[in-house]
């Protein structure tokens, strides 16, 4: 049984020690920071940075408060994420979404460098094989996950899990092998990448704009993929609104298998110990942030969790949400789901209790858990 750490999002004093920001001062405590952290030691802070038009992110004025945690038991730490649009604008969005040094306290890097190519190979598990893993996440000797927990279309949920597989791995890989880089845990291994189906297709042009690598493109033929440049994201796939443009996917146990192995590799470039994680189960909205928008919350805001295990810490937050009332105005009201049913399964459809399942399954921790509200 593991130890997660809680404090909800209620506030029911008008006093500061009352508030989420003393609340999560409070779980920085108790987490100890000094038995993860040596003195002049630098800390990866992994978030994720949001992207244009989406906002529902960790604030910064949380990431300081943890910032300032490391510092406070001599740390050196870096905020960071990986390369997902091109990198030199990924900064400006993490600037726009108000992540940077001056509000941070810190530096604020791509882990995997401007171009997302600063990779290493780490082995993983059977289905994956292998991935890069970025080389500032490999190489920090210790690191805080600071992940927003919230639906997503592929996986059900996104946390700590998700977070790490897909955020910790590098965006490309220069060799132009995508089996390497992040697009080898959405996609199954194949010649083409994606496939436009003429008939349902309306010209909206929706999937050009959001590749992040300009993969598809238009020529007197029509619209057309370029399966070199494919870094196979998904993200057409998620945004045609004719269902016109699909990925060639893994089946879904095999994904969520995919997530675990993600994260396994990359927890397997620390020692034991020196990783810690914090879940903040705020604007619980159904999509990923790295979507060109972020939707109204399926659940009302629950709180923040800090853990040593990664796996009783997403055990908790999918908890705490799919045991929340679905919110009027949500698309968990659209779809129907009902009080008492588990909101983000029955919204989306996918379950993402199926890749915690897979990382205990590994070893990555434990789903039983003790909840200890501070
Ligand atoms: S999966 Fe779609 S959006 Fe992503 S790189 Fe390939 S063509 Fe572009
Ligand atoms: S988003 Fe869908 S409908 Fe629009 S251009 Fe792309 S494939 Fe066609």
């Known amino acids: 049984m593991s130890t997660v750490y809680f404090v909800p999002a209620r506030v029911r004093r008008w006093d500061y020690s009352a508030s989420l920001a003393a609340g999560l001062e409070r779980l920085i405590e108790k987490l100890?920071?000094?038995?993860?952290i040596g003195k002049d030691e630098v800390v990866a802070v992994k978030t994720h940075f949001g992207s244009h038009g989406a906002h529902r992110i960790v604030r910064p004025v949380f990431l300081r408060k943890i910032v300032e945690g490391v510092k406070a038991v001599g740390g050196k730490p870096f905020v960071c994420d990986t390369v997902r649009i091109n990198g030199w604008d990924y900064l400006e969005v993490a600037n726009q979404n108000g992540i940077n040094p001056q509000s941070v306290g810190c530096p604020v890097i791509?882990?995997?460098?401007?171009?997302g190519f600063d990779s290493i190979e780490v082995k993983a598990g059977p289905v994956l094989g292998s991935v890069r893993v970025a080389t500032a996440i490999h190489d920090a000797p210790a690191m805080i996950v600071v992940s927003h927990c919230k639906g997503h279309i592929e996986s059900g949920y996104g946390g700590a899990i998700k977070n790490l597989a897909m955020g910790g791995v590098?965006?490309?890989?220069?060799?132009?092998?995508?089996?390497?880089?992040?697009?080898?845990?959405?996609?199954?291994?194949?010649?083409?990448?994606?496939?436009?189906?003429?008939?349902?297709?309306?010209?909206?042009?929706?999937?050009?704009?959001?590749?992040?690598?300009?993969?598809?493109?238009?020529?007197?033929?029509?619209?057309r993929v370029d399966d070199e440049k494919c870094w196979r994201c998904g993200r057409c796939e998620r945004v045609c609104p004719e269902g016109a443009i699909k990925l060639q996917k893994r089946g879904q146990n095999e994904f969520q298998m995919a997530?675990?192995?993600?994260?396994?590799?990359?927890?397997?470039?620390?020692?034991?110990?020196?990783?810690?994680f914090f879940n903040f189960v705020l604007e619980v909205q159904p999509e990923c942030d790295c979507m060109?928008?972020?939707?109204?919350?399926?659940?009302?805001?629950?709180g923040i969790l800090a853990s040593r295990d990664i796996v009783a810490i997403e055990q908790a937050a999918?908890?705490?949400?799919?045991?929340?009332?679905?919110?009027p105005g949500s698309l968990a009201e659209e779809r129907g789901v009902?009080?008492?049913?588990?909101?983000?399964?029955?919204a989306l459809?996918?379950?993402?209790?199926?890749?915690?399942?897979?990382?205990a399954r590994i070893g990555l921790g434990s789903r039983e858990y003790e909840l200890v509200e501070l």
């Open 349 to 359: 459809g996918v379950d993402g209790q199926l890749h915690i399942d897979a990382a």
């Open 110 to 115: 791509l882990a995997d460098g401007l171009f």
């Open 292 to 302: 060109p928008g972020a939707d109204t919350p399926v659940v009302q805001d629950q």
């Open 32 to 36: 100890d920071f000094s038995q993860a």
């Open 170 to 223: 590098a965006g490309r890989d220069r060799g132009g092998d995508w089996r390497q880089a992040r697009g080898h845990l959405h996609a199954a291994a194949g010649e083409s990448s994606v496939i436009r189906d003429p008939e349902l297709c309306t010209l909206c042009l929706q999937c050009l704009h959001v590749c992040p690598t300009e993969a598809i493109f238009e020529d007197d033929t029509g619209l």
């Open 259 to 276: 997530l675990a192995e993600g994260a396994q590799a990359v927890l397997s470039t620390f020692q034991p110990g020196k990783v810690l």
């Open 338 to 346: 009902k009080a008492g049913q588990r909101v983000l399964a029955a």
């Open 318 to 327: 999918l908890d705490l949400i799919n045991n929340a009332l679905p919110l």
